[in-house]
């Protein structure tokens, strides 16, 4: 299986503050690499797909880079609602797996 | 606006099966590039990909759980199911429905049910 390995495991942040969160993989994934954000008691809900396309309705403050096996979430500029936590999950073979999670704290 | 339902009991005594299912509303379980998947999140925890099923019925299991799980369609009710059998404590979790969806060089999950928790104990 690939291992999906994120940083940090949590951070406090300021509203305004950019803020940066990375996941690793074991192995190349190409750009198969998807971020989801979920809140407390709700489904996770899909925010990149492809390492970099914005899904629609996304805010534009949220976007994604990277490649091969180093990615990057970035919101640039948070915002209240932004709480929650932030899973990377990657795409490109099967069994699909999920990183540990990042929780945002406001 | 397409939108997933779980259904099933919340509580199962241990050795039993679980089950439950997915309703798909808004649109064909039965179109367009998709693979209706079962996701699992362990009390305060991380996600856990159960496996998927292609309304033609094929399947593909994690193999974690390979040995446990079945998973079915039914295309005239929209609907697809989830089976794990021989449950003990550590299937406790809330189980997500999800929509697969394979799109051009990409492939992810775009719809959720709003999960189910199913606790297992006696």
């Known amino acids: 299986d690939i291992q999906m390995t994120q940083s940090p495991s949590s951070l406090s942040a300021s509203v305004g503050d950019r803020v940066t969160i990375t996941c690793r993989a074991s192995?190349?994934?190409?750009?198969?690499l998807n971020w989801y954000q979920q809140k407390p008691g709700k489904a996770p809900n899909l925010l990149i797909y492809?390492?970099?396309n914005l899904q629609s309705g996304v805010p534009s403050r949220f976007s994604g880079s990277g490649s091969a096996t180093d990615f990057t979430l970035t919101i640039s500029s948070l915002q209240p609602e932004d709480f929650g936590a932030y899973y990377c999950q990657q795409s490109y073979s099967a069994p699909y797996t999920f990183g540990q999670g990042t929780k945002v704290e406001i | 606006q397409v939108q997933l339902q779980e259904s099933g009991p919340g509580l199962v005594e241990p050795s039993q099966t679980l089950s439950l299912t997915c309703t798909v509303s808004g649109g064909s379980i039965s179109s367009g590039p998709y693979y209706w998947s079962w996701i699992r999140q362990h009390p305060g925890k991380g996600l856990e990909w159960i496996g998927y099923?292609?309304?033609?019925?094929?399947?593909y299991y994690n193999p974690s759980l390979k040995s446990r799980v079945t998973m079915s369609v039914d295309t005239s009710k929209n609907q697809f199911s989830l089976k794990v059998l021989s449950v003990t404590a550590a299937d406790t979790a809330v189980y997500y429905c999800a929509r697969l969806y394979s799109g051009n060089y990409s492939l992810s999950f775009d719809y959720w049910g709003q999960g189910a928790l199913v606790t297992v104990s006696s």
């Open positions: 099923i292609y309304y033609s019925g094929s399947t």
């Open positions: 492809s390492a970099s």
């Open positions: 192995q190349s994934i190409a750009n198969y």
